[in-house]
């Protein structure tokens, strides 16, 4: 079956600017993860939905970030007011449940000029 | 809390030698632990993982890893490289909330 899809696969923003990367999870996965990879270095976590609510935004950086998952399944990460330390890859993963194993989709690379 | 050591940022064997991806774990009790690898351009991909039923665990195309309490380690093995091992790789262990707690990642370059 399909995996976890990632769009746009690459983004090239100009500081200050508004940006929407999307996450398409794999079908009946009640669990959403967002994580951040920096150039470098290990994934860092974000944020984590169970069903349409986020369970733990622990990892958000600031409130320029924030995530949707209105319907429980398609999740929306916005930044606002981009910076050029927002550049990273932005990668998506969902299990069945949580805690279970997680499937990583390709990421989306966020580039801040 | 739980983190994760990665003990070598970089690791260079021949092809056909064996491989040797060091981790350390902190964890105020028994963890799960993951190792994922991250081939260039391909979403991460879980080698395997132990859930504390055998602490020899075995993953796919032919890597194994071993639970040491005594040594808090989960180093990552395998006994004899393959051109197509080259990758990044991470140790790995779940937070609170199911979330995962990466390590610095190891990047493994085999020679031919």
């Known amino acids: 079956g399909a995996g976890v899809s990632q769009t746009p696969s690459n983004k090239v923003t100009e500081k200050g600017k508004y940006v929407e990367l999307r996450c398409d999870p794999i079908?009946?996965?009640?669990?959403l993860y967002w994580y951040r990879q920096s150039l470098g270095q290990g994934p860092e976590f974000l944020i984590y939905f169970q069903g349409t609510g986020a369970a733990d935004d622990s990892g958000l950086p600031n409130d320029r970030f924030f995530a949707v998952r209105p319907e429980g399944s398609v999740s929306t990460l916005k930044i606002q007011r981009t910076e050029r330390g927002d550049s990273a890859v932005y990668l998506c993963?969902?299990?069945?449940?949580?805690?279970?194993?997680?499937?990583f989709g390709p990421g989306t690379r966020l580039t801040v000029l | 809390a739980q983190s994760v050591t990665q003990l070598d940022s970089h690791v260079s064997v021949s092809e056909g030698t064996p491989v040797l991806l060091r981790c350390n774990y902190s964890?105020?009790?028994?963890?799960?632990l993951f190792w994922y690898v991250q081939h260039p351009n391909k979403g991460l991909q879980l080698l395997l993982k132990?859930?504390?039923?055998?602490?020899l665990v075995k993953g796919i195309n032919g890597f194994e890893a071993e639970f040491k309490k005594s040594e808090t380690s989960f180093h990552l093995t395998k006994p004899s490289a393959h051109m197509s091992d080259a990758a990044e790789y991470f140790c790995v262990v779940p937070g609170n909330t199911g979330k995962l707690i990466f390590g610095q990642g190891t990047t493994l370059q085999v020679k031919p």
């Open positions: 964890s105020s009790y028994s963890p799960s």
């Open positions: 132990y859930t504390s039923a055998a602490t």
């Open positions: 993963a969902s299990s069945y449940t949580s805690p279970d194993t997680q499937y």
């Open positions: 079908s009946g996965h009640t669990a």
